[in-house]
């Protein structure tokens, strides 16, 4: 039985997670909880436990109970024989920052764990995740199936770099579930899918979908931005690998960019091969803020989702607003797979305005309690239009061409008090 509105918005983090054991990558210190020091493992772990504990590393210098930042770039063997069987991956160990880092790996080891992943690798920025994922798995011939409400910055990969590698790109509706399918039907290498999609928040049915692409040999890829680990496990649902642009709710303090894939070692391994190559690769201090970030994802997305809730309910209600695009009201088309896939709906919305795009421009200058900035995620409340935002790498017909609107509003709720984010959109709203 799919679980109630109110049970998306109070889910408990006491029942059982499903996927695998988060299992160390090459190199890292045994953490509590891992199957190598006697733990009792994580799967029996609720989402903050393991967003705390996960990763951590057993001993940490001098007794901290914060692991330290490593921030050398290099790191020293007194024995030539040990440094050649780290460098061959024979043995645990570091050798160069831009291969592997033990901070960086505390923040790879914690998203694996929230995913129920065996493996993670981090990169540099949420689009480095995106574009060193694809170019390491595609090559020319292949052919990719997505839809065309993916994140204005993977779009462009789609229909500008890819081409040039002669990758065959197909764009689906994404609100057609039927037309993606027959795409995969006519054969696909890699089903690439973004759920809720940014910044319109169409829902896709990701086992679905998955298992269709399953049916051709396909690797499917999830970009789990929006939705984080906390309200949506894409793995479980059929996925190959899961992606975040950590630099959003997982960091979720605007501080720290960063990205990360996560899935299967065997999945994972050739996108850290090719990202150790090409360079895209987490800095340390980054990493320790993401980490940082990440030990309270729980907490912070739960309010998220529940000041998310408020919000799109009062805004639903208002003369004002011509429409909203939240998948917790019980209106919007993906409403039932939402139900369905998801714990929680998430902690962004969007709406348009009556009065177009000088309504939007109004409403911005007269909010108090949202930065307009581009970015989401944030403990603190975000808001802007596509076009200065998601998708300001693309045209205004381009965007036209997407289903998104130049009036759209784009607002990433914090964890501020619900009311008080009501009471400043309505102030905002009623003057308009």
């Known amino acids: 039985m799919s679980p109630t509105d109110a049970q998306h918005e109070d889910r408990s983090n006491d029942e059982t997670q499903h996927g695998n054991d988060a299992r160390r990558n090459a190199g890292e210190v045994p953490g509590p909880g891992d199957p190598s020091d006697g733990g ?3 799967e029996g772990w609720g989402r903050s ?67 129920g992943a065996e493996r993670a690798t981090a990169f540099a920025t949420g689009m480095a995740a995106v574009s060193n994922t694809l170019f390491a798995l595609l090559e020319p011939g292949h052919r990719v199936v997505s839809v065309k409400d993916t994140y204005g910055g993977t779009n462009r990969i789609f229909t500008e770099f890819l081409p040039r590698w002669t990758v065959d790109v197909v764009l689906c509706d994404t609100s057609d579930h039927d037309a993606i399918e027959s795409a995969i039907d006519d054969g696909a290498d890699l089903v690439y899918l973004e759920s809720p999609t940014n910044p319109t928040l169409k829902v896709l049915d990701i086992a679905r979908l998955a298992e269709r692409a399953k049916d051709v040999g396909a690797i499917v890829v999830v970009d789990n931005t929006f939705a984080t680990p906390i309200n949506q496990r894409p793995l479980e649902l059929g996925a190959d690998l899961v992606l975040h642009s950590a630099t959003k709710f997982l960091g979720g303090h605007s501080d720290a960019m960063g990205g990360v894939v996560a899935g ?50 009062f805004l639903a209600t208002h003369p ?38 000088d309504a939007m421009r109004r409403l911005l200058g007269r909010l108090r309690l949202a930065h307009r900035a581009a970015s989401l995620g944030s403990v603190a409340t ?20 997407a289903g998104i609107p130049e009036s759209l509003v784009r607002y990433s709720v914090g964890v501020e008090n619900g009311d008080d984010l009501v009471a400043d959109l309505r102030a905002a709203l009623d003057s308009l």
């Open 40 to 42: 009792p493992g994580v």
């Open 49 to 115: 436990t393991r967003a705390v504990w996960s990763g951590e590393p057993e001993r940490s210098p001098e007794g901290a109970t914060v692991a330290p930042l490593f921030l050398g770039v290099t790191f020293g063997f007194d024995d030539l024989d040990d440094w050649r069987a780290v460098g061959a991956g024979e043995k645990p160990g570091h050798i160069y920052s831009r291969n592997t880092n033990p901070t960086v790996e505390i923040f790879e080891r914690k998203v694996a764990a929230l995913e």
């Open 264 to 313: 299967a070692a065997s999945a994972v391994e050739p996108i850290f091969r090719f990202r150790e190559i090409n360079g895209a690769s987490l800095d340390a201090h980054s990493a320790f803020l993401l980490a940082r970030g990440a030990r309270t994802l729980e907490l912070r997305v739960e309010r998220q989702n529940a000041n998310a809730m408020q919000v799109a309910r």
């Open 320 to 357: 004002a607003v011509e429409a909203v695009f939240y998948p917790g009201l019980p209106d919007h088309p993906g409403h039932d797979v939402a139900r369905r896939q998801m714990n929680g709906f998430g902690g962004v919305l969007a709406f348009s305005l009556e009065g177009g795009f």
């Open 382 to 401: 975000l808001v802007g239009p596509p076009a200065t935002t998601s998708h300001v790498e693309l045209t205004a017909e381009q965007r036209a061409a």
